[in-house]
């Protein structure tokens, strides 16, 4: 077996560790509150909560953390 042979074999086992360990680290609960859609455009923004923790997808929230969509929820 050549050097490139096994950096591939060993490249490819770290791989395969990482998807079986990433998997397992994926057991938050994840749950979709409600879907708003834009009163100005055709966007559609989703509250979910992770963890206990609550999150929009609209931009007022990727900015300030807060929105009205969170409180409506």
Same mark, same amino acid.
Do not use: I, Q
């Given at each position: 077996?050549?050097?490139? #042979? #096994? ?5 490819? #086992? ?60």
């Amino acid at each position: 077996m050549t050097y490139l #042979e #096994e950096l591939r074999a060993w490249a490819n #086992e770290r791989v395969k560790d990482y998807d079986r360990n990433r998997k397992k680290n994926t057991s938050r609960p994840y749950k979709l509150l409600g879907t708003f859609k834009s009163a100005t455009s055709r966007s559609v923004y989703n509250v979910h909560s992770y963890g206990g923790l609550l999150s929009c997808s609209c931009p007022g929230y990727t900015f300030r953390r807060r929105c009205k969509h969170l409180d409506m929820v």
